[in-house]
């Protein structure tokens, strides 16, 4: 069975540009997060979905991030403008009966 | 609000020494607990869980108890290896299935 999948990998952005991550879930979980990690820190919750539907954001900084859901599958969350506060990994993760699965991360380096 | 605290790292042991990573919680309820760990460059990956107090979860050697009256989930191996060096975070789960982490701990066995 295929994991989460995130794209890119890493990102390199200069402060006040724009950027987007792309998640895929496992197939068939209908829940999907994503979470930030800065270095050092565990991961913390950004938004939550059901289907494509929003459960929980609210610890997403709605002035600057934004996270879609469209079709109930696929995710994206976009940053937009970025500051250097932002530099740190994105998960994204999905669920099956209370468990939570990550993907590998998309790592962001603002400069 | 709820909160999970681990032992600080790094934790640096050799070869077959016995590991043993502290973590205490404060929740309301009993809310599920979990160990996960994350190799370098890598995501976050499930290690074990346990759902109710006295629950013991496994998995790969390592193990541990969720202790209701010490609000303790301690993490615990009995011989380490070079290949278990890593982070590992230990987890709550809130009502809504939202994880709340603490900031993990960087294991280093030396061989």
């Known amino acids: 069975e295929a994991g989460v999948a995130q794209s890119p990998r890493y990102k390199i952005i200069e402060k006040r540009q724009s950027v987007a991550f792309w998640c895929n879930p496992i197939?068939?979980?209908?829940?999907l997060y994503w979470y930030q990690q800065i270095l050092g820190q565990g991961p913390k919750l950004l938004i939550q979905f059901q289907n494509n539907g929003v459960v929980d954001d609210s610890q997403l900084p709605k002035d600057r991030f934004s996270a879609e859901r469209l079709k109930g599958v696929d995710s994206t969350l976009k940053i937009q403008p970025a500051k250097l506060e932002d530099s740190a990994v994105y998960l994204c993760?999905?669920?099956?009966?209370?468990?939570?699965?990550f993907g590998p991360g998309t790592r962001l380096l603002v400069l | 609000g709820n909160s999970v605290t681990q032992m600080e790292g790094p934790v640096t042991l050799s070869e077959e020494a016995f590991l043993t990573i502290n973590c205490t919680y404060t929740a309301t309820g009993y809310p599920s607990l979990f160990w996960y760990v994350q190799y370098p460059g890598e995501g976050l990956q499930l290690l074990l869980k346990a759902t109710k107090a006295d629950d013991k979860g496994s998995n790969k050697g390592f193990e541990a108890t969720y202790r209701k009256e010490t609000t303790s989930f301690h993490l615990e191996k009995g011989s380490v290896q070079v290949s278990d060096s890593a982070v590992y975070f230990c987890a709550l789960q809130e009502y809504g299935n939202k994880l709340v982490f603490g900031a993990g701990t960087i294991l280093r066995v030396k061989s």
């Open positions: 197939s068939g979980h209908a829940t």
């Open positions: 993760a999905s669920s099956f009966r209370g468990t939570q699965y």
